[in-house]
């Protein structure tokens, strides 16, 4: 049973647009978000996190956005850039010991 | 800067072997995982280690056990690799604080079970 989904397997965009990465989660104890990025032959690396406190936090042309009452949580990329295509992984986390991964996000940015 | 290391980025084994994948962190973190990714699974959690000598079982940790002698060191071990152990496995290691918990990955080790 998948406690964090990513429904889109792939996203294409035009570089200068915005980018939306979404992500939906079941379990109501998770209280902590995060998203990673994945080039390929890399392990992923920490983008950007959220506490379940916060419904929104930025940083430079990433943003992430929480809606707690739909279990549901984006990413904003704005604008997008070409460096920016890999795979994105949404996480939630309920304790210091627990954390759970979607399936992933390819994105890819057309110059 | 914290730093996950996997010893071996790319291994090809054959059915029935014995294999070994190693982890070193260097940040004094209690907590480290292993995990397998796989297309269209993404990262499936197989076994977590919270302390030293200290191990517990995550969503697939079937034909996998681990070792935890030092807490700078994680091991996974396949007793008898299988095919379907093909696959990219992922160490990582959690950096807890108030705000929340931040988990580091290892470069990755692809295996490769013929």
């Known amino acids: 049973d998948q406690q964090v989904k990513q429904n889109s397997p792939s996203l294409s965009v035009q570089e200068g647009r915005i980018s939306i990465l979404n992500c939906d989660y079941t379990n109501s104890m998770f209280d902590y978000f995060l998203w990673y990025k994945k080039y390929p032959a890399e392990g992923p690396t920490f983008l950007i996190s959220?506490?379940?406190?916060?419904d929104k936090n930025e940083d430079g042309r990433f943003t992430v956005f929480l809606n707690k009452s739909a279990k549901h949580l984006s990413l904003h990329i704005v604008p997008s850039q070409p460096g920016d295509s890999a795979v994105y992984f949404c996480?939630?986390?309920?304790?210091?010991?627990?954390?759970?991964f979607g399936a992933g996000t390819r994105l890819t940015v057309k110059p | 800067d914290v730093k996950v290391t996997q010893s071996s980025r790319y291994l090809v084994k054959r059915t029935g072997e014995k294999v070994f994948l190693e982890c070193v962190q260097d940040?004094?973190?209690?907590?480290m995982f292993w995990y397998r990714q796989d297309p269209g699974l993404g990262l499936r959690l197989i076994y977590f280690s919270y302390d030293v000598k200290m191990k517990e079982k995550g969503d697939i940790p079937e034909g996998y056990s681990v070792s935890r002698e030092k807490k700078e060191r994680f091991s996974l071990i396949l007793e008898s690799a299988s095919t379907n152990q093909t696959s990219m496995y992922l160490c990582?290691?959690?950096?807890?604080?108030?705000?929340?918990?931040?988990?580091?990955f290892g470069e990755g080790s692809w295996l490769t079970v013929v």
């Open positions: 990582a290691s959690i950096h807890r604080s108030r705000s929340g918990n931040t988990i580091y």
């Open positions: 996480a939630a986390s309920a304790g210091p010991s627990d954390m759970r």
């Open positions: 959220i506490s379940s406190i916060k």
């Open positions: 940040m004094d973190h209690e907590n």
